[in-house]
């Protein structure tokens, strides 16, 4: 399986991405003295592992749910932040997303990812991509440091998602291609867990209209309101390099013509160095347009700082 982005995927790449993608050189070029002041290899001053991974839609968190900690590494003085791409080759399918996220004083969070989307044997030759901005604002807590043991850190969120090709998501009863998911976030690392092992745990809601994260549009002709779904997190560290978990996540199902299934995978995320991490999963992401039961790996490569 390979890393790193195809051909193909910088070739469909419009202005959006290819702005955010300068924004990331950039950063990571020329980002802010107080993440670079040790040299390349220093990234920010929060733990190894604080900032997650992305976020299929960009959010630092898990491949699939977006948690309240704050893309990047940085420290409340300092700006962090994360490139990555990830794909996810299900049976009858194929899905990339490639982006960057910004991590400002460990406060404030924005980011870019574009999905593509494989029509496979559905609509051969047929992709759907979708561009999602986000922001993310920490509110209260601290996912590690509190004097409430139990108190998490909590994060409110937004993404807004443009459909650049509507024709088919217009045609099974979408009735927007465009559309802003809203959410709340609630996180917690406990260093020392089960066995003394660190414990990290995530809830997160959304209020959506988004079919299939926005890849056959907004709203539908079954339903075309906001809905509150549930999303969760749930690792266990071994190691200080490595996360093994579990995620899942609830989407609504506004479309008549097919059933649309919730999320969930189990997942390793390995951290060799502070800079980089690399994250496999089994995914099983339900039925997705005419084909049931859509599972398969999950890959994403990550670049922190």
């Known amino acids: 399986m390979v890393l790193s982005p195809t051909r193909a995927t910088f070739a469909t790449c419009r202005s959006p991405c290819q702005f955010y993608a300068a924004i990331t050189v950039i950063f990571f070029l020329f980002g802010g003295q107080a993440v670079w002041a040790d040299g390349w290899h220093a990234p920010g001053k929060r733990l190894p592992v604080s900032g997650g991974v992305s976020e299929l839609e960009g959010a630092g968190g898990g491949g699939l749910v977006p948690w309240a900690l704050i893309a990047g590494y940085g420290t409340r003085d300092e700006i962090g932040g994360s490139v990555f791409y990830t794909v996810v080759p299900v049976d009858d399918f194929s899905l990339s997303s490639v982006g960057a996220a910004i991590g400002i004083h460990d406060r404030v969070e924005l980011s870019y990812a574009r999905q593509r989307f494989g029509l ?92 299939q994260l926005g890849i056959l549009g907004f709203g539908g002709n079954d339903n075309d309101d906001y809905q509150l779904m549930p999303e969760a997190s749930l690792a266990l560290l071994p190691r200080d390099d490595i996360a093994i978990g579990v995620e899942y996540r609830r989407k609504p199902d506004n479309l008549t013509a097919f059933h649309e299934s919730s999320f969930s995978d189990v997942f390793v995320a390995w951290f060799p160095v502070k800079l980089v991490s690399v994250t496999a999963a089994y995914a099983d992401l339900g039925n997705i347009a005419d084909k049931a039961d859509q599972k398969g790996f999950y890959i994403s490569l990550q670049l922190n700082h």
């Open 120 to 211: 496979g044997t559905t609509v051969p030759g047929e992709v759907i991509h979708v561009d999602t901005f986000g922001l993310k604002v920490k509110l209260a807590g601290d996912a590690i440091f509190d004097q409430r043991p139990w108190m998490p850190q909590i994060a409110a969120g937004l993404q807004y998602k443009k459909n650049q090709d509507f024709t088919i998501p217009k045609a099974l009863g979408a009735k927007d291609k465009q559309g802003t998911d809203v959410y709340l976030a609630a996180s917690k690392l406990w260093l020392a867990g089960p066995l003394g092992r660190s414990l990290f745990a995530n809830l997160t809601l959304r209020a959506t209209r988004a079919n």
